[in-house]
């Protein structure tokens, strides 16, 4: 525990010396809610609700892709001998998910505010609709930082970004629109227990994975 607290502040640490890189994440964000508020809201002054539910998700992903890619581009091959000889490989990548996990809930909290003062907010159940927001960026943290993990190692790492993620996020993308889809229609709890525990099943799994899988990845 004392390696995986010191790698998310050394995490921080970092971003916080390169504001700009957080600085264009939330920018990403503000800018495409305002287009999207451009596009539909602005214009025809209505959005249906499927519409709403899907535009936001969208937003979401990609900024999920776009911040989590960088989680081992920008570790230096020197700087990751040194953590070598410093951490184990399981405590870097619990700790690459948990500060992923801790962007994603900003950023997606962010955005829903955003989005919310921009296009209205369609969520007859808030806190159901938050509940999964708050999934959605779990599994998107632990997926999309393997496949950083594993992406990192190639020379065309954006595009193999694309081509590994895809799979992994598509059923975790179909669960958090139905649950969301729920949320909206101002359904109980009780209503999405299965696809809570679907989503809560996906999530772990793909950390358990790449607890297992990552320290094979770390020695090459």
């Known amino acids: 525990m004392r390696e995986i607290k010191n790698l998310i502040l050394k995490d921080i640490i970092l971003e916080w010396r390169q504001k700009y890189a957080f600085n264009g994440m939330v ?8 287009m999207c508020y451009i596009s539909f809201k602005l214009k025809t002054n209505s ?4 519409t709403w539910n899907t535009l936001f998700w969208i937003i979401i992903l990609f900024s999920a892709v776009n911040s989590i890619t960088k989680s081992f581009i920008q570790e230096k091959a020197g700087r990751q001998l040194y ?7 399981s ?6 998910i948990i500060y992923n996990f801790l962007l994603m809930i900003f ?18 159940n808030l806190w159901l609709y938050l509940l999964s927001l708050v999934l959605g960026a779990l599994g998107f943290s632990a997926s999309l930082t ?3 993990g594993i992406a990192s190692k ?4 954006a595009g193999l970004m694309a081509v590994l993620s895809f799979p992994i996020l598509l059923p975790i993308l179909s669960m958090l629109i139905k649950l969301s889809k729920n949320a909206m229609d101002g359904l109980a709890f009780s209503s999405s227990y299965d696809e809570i525990m679907v989503i809560s099943g996906i999530d772990l799994i793909v950390i358990a994975l790449s607890y297992m899988l990552f320290p094979f990845l770390w020695k090459s």
């Open 27 to 34: 920018l990403y964000v503000v800018s495409t809610v305002f």
């Open 47 to 50: 959005i249906e609700a499927i």
């Open 83 to 89: 953590y070598y000889q410093l951490a184990k490989p």
């Open 91 to 96: 405590s870097i990548i619990l700790a690459k």
């Open 107 to 124: 950023l997606g909290f962010l955005g829903f505010f955003i989005y919310s003062v921009f296009m209205g907010n369609k969520a007859e």
């Open 146 to 148: 393997l496949v950083a």
């Open 154 to 157: 190639s020379d065309n790492t």
